[in-house]
């Protein structure tokens, strides 16, 4: 049986904050990682560690490297590496910023919080835009075999690879849009979620089409809506058992395989970008044997 992090195929949390972390000068990296595993249970709070913070403890994770340079596109699409990445998820958001700042102080000697965002449900699962979010995701057992790491052996089995973005929305820009531009757009009607055979191909859903590449590129999405003071959009999270399918995904959405740029750039801008990796939990604490601690 697969000892993964709960939290990553559990439904969405109706309240939620992601938080990044870096390791303060002269930290002690297996200090953090202790800090993590004893107050990260994987169902409540999602841990994420990030290649340098493997690269400080002198170890490797196959697999594991850093956001990928895509300069050269003709989109920016920044990569904003951190130490560690958590996702606590809960009930209700007074609760959810309670904890993180116990958490925040908890990891203080070795980690300090570089970004904070907080996040929540919106109409059952849809974008601010009003669109559907995750509609491709896979379901049941192929969810599990998607985002989840198998076959790989002890301290790798049951972990995964999470790709972040934070997209900030441009809604003037969306709002100025024909509503049969916005549905092109994404290639989903907003109305009833029904793919438009008849959108061009810089549509959203044809530039990431999972089954169009070879091999087919799935992803475990997910993303919810943020929202801080007049800024807003989706902070895209997307689990997998390897980084494989998000990049090839996000390559082709760059215009970088075709030089086609998928249209949510027309409206809508990554601010960091960040890959980590989710180790295995046993009983509600981190297995961290892949990196030399028990």
Known sequence: MLNFQPGILA?????????????????DPQGALRALQLHCDGAACVCGIGPGLVAALGRSVPGLHPFPDLSAAAVTIP????????????????EVVLRSQRLVQALGPDLAAVQVVDAFVHAGGRDLT????????????AARGTAIVDGRGAGLDGSSYVA?????????AFDAMPPADQDHAIGRRRSDNEEL?????????????????????????RSMPWADGAAAGLMFVAYGHSLEAFEVQLRRMAGIEDGIVDALFGFSRP????YYWCPPCIEGRLDLRALGLA
């Open 197 to 221: 055979d008849e959108a061009p191909e810089s549509a959203h859903v044809k530039r990431t089409a999972q089954e169009s590449f070879s091999p087919e590129a799935f992803v475990w999405r």
């Open 79 to 94: 990569a904003t590496p951190h130490t560690a990445w958590c996702w606590l998820r809960g009930d209700e958001r007074g």
């Open 164 to 172: 972040v973005q934070q997209w900030e929305h441009d809604f003037a």
């Open 130 to 141: 009003g669109y559907e979010d995750g509609t491709e995701n896979p379901a049941g057992d």
């Open 271 to 274: 601010r960091t970008g960040a």
């Open 11 to 27: 439904p969405l949390p109706p309240a939620a904050r992601y938080l990044a972390f870096d390791l303060v000068p002269g930290g």
